[in-house]
């Protein structure tokens, strides 16, 4: 196995086995902690969102290619919502209309990602490949960019300003062990 994959499927079994742990203590008898149960799934999430880039990285056609892309989407798209619920739960800062637009924001790339032949992607002109440095090759997407690419890169964008936001207001308040070990 070449050092890319084999680093992208330890990152993805790591964080598997990370989000597996988190929920089991996040659904303990005593109550649910929606900290550990939010971060469970977004580790969970993100693992399935990295073994997605590994396979992507390795397919040979485009109809393959547009299928792990399209559960590629999704496990990104989920992994993007629960670390913005994780963030606002661990910090307390839970401006609620700012985490509704930011989650229906997601929701709605995935959904145009899971339902478009396109993906969010505009027109497809086909794969290519890449060869990294040590010899290894890749396998990415030639398309056209579109409004749905603009708008999850926004949203991404926003999504980072949040995460600074609760962080800072963690840490004024007097929480910064917590607020630095978050950031």
Do not use: N
């Not at 084999?6 to 990152?11: C, E, I, Q, T």
């Amino acid at each position: 196995m070449d050092l890319f994959a084999f680093s992208l499927a330890a990152v993805s079994g790591i964080c598997f086995a990370t989000g597996v742990f988190h929920l089991f203590i996040g659904l303990r008898r005593q109550g649910t902690d929606m900290k550990h149960f939010t971060f469970g799934l977004f580790a969970v999430a993100y693992a399935g969102a990295v073994l997605t880039g590994l396979l992507m990285y390795r397919v040979t056609t485009l109809p393959q290619y547009l299928v792990v892309d399209k559960w590629s989407g999704v496990f990104a798209g989920a992994t993007y919502i629960f670390l913005i619920w994780f963030v606002a739960l661990y910090t307390e800062e839970q401006p609620l209309p700012v985490l509704g637009v930011l989650t229906a924001l997601f929701a709605i790339v995935v959904t145009a990602h899971v339902t478009r032949p396109t993906l969010i992607h505009g027109e497809i002109m086909g794969l290519a490949s890449a060869t990294l440095p040590w010899g290894e090759q890749i396998t990415f997407l030639e398309a056209a960019e579109s409004t749905w690419e603009v708008i999850f890169l926004l949203t991404q964008l926003l999504t980072i300003v949040f995460l600074f936001y609760a962080c800072i207001r963690q840490y004024r308040r007097g929480e910064r062990g917590a607020a630095v070990a978050l950031g």
